[in-house]
Nanobody, 125 residues
Framework: QVQLVESGGGSVQAGGTLTLSCAVSGYNVGDFCMGWFRQAPGQEREGVAI???????NYANSVKGRFTLSQDSAENTLILQMASLKPEDSAMYYCASHFPYGRNCPRRPSDYNFWGRGTQVTVSS
């Protein structure tokens, strides 16, 4: 059974850093498309970063150069390192899987079929 559990959210001042983790169970991280998404109050859920089975990553323009997506095979965890955070990065962050596909990873949240419960990120100015 696929399960995703996020952690690492919190409150930080603008310019600060946070690292989010998504513990994966039910398959090996890196085998399938996975991504981080976020949703702010009153806004649609949007993609932040996506990785395919070959390790190719794709970032939203708004986070390029500031966020880094990686995988820890030993811990079976998907990691999102966030730096130079801005107030507009404040949102609930979700980890998701496009199981059982590993390539041509979609960007639309609606194409992802397994989701964690999310972790809140708040950036103050």
């Amino acid at each position: 059974q696929v399960q995703l559990v996020e952690s690492g959210g919190g409150s930080v001042q603008a310019g600060g850093t946070l690292t989010l983790s998504c513990a994966v169970s039910g398959y090996n991280v890196g085998d399938f498309c996975m991504g981080w998404f976020r949703q702010a109050p009153g806004q649609e859920r949007e993609g932040v970063a996506i990785v395919d089975e070959d390790g190719n990553t794709n970032y939203a323009n708004s986070v390029k150069g500031r966020f880094t997506l990686s995988q820890d095979s030993a811990e079976n965890t998907l990691i999102l390192q966030m730096a130079s955070l801005k107030p507009e990065d404040s949102a609930m962050y979700y980890c998701a899987s496009h199981f059982p596909y590993g390539r041509n990873c979609p960007r639309r949240p609606s194409d992802y079929n397994f989701w964690g419960r999310g972790t809140q990120v708040t950036v103050s100015s």
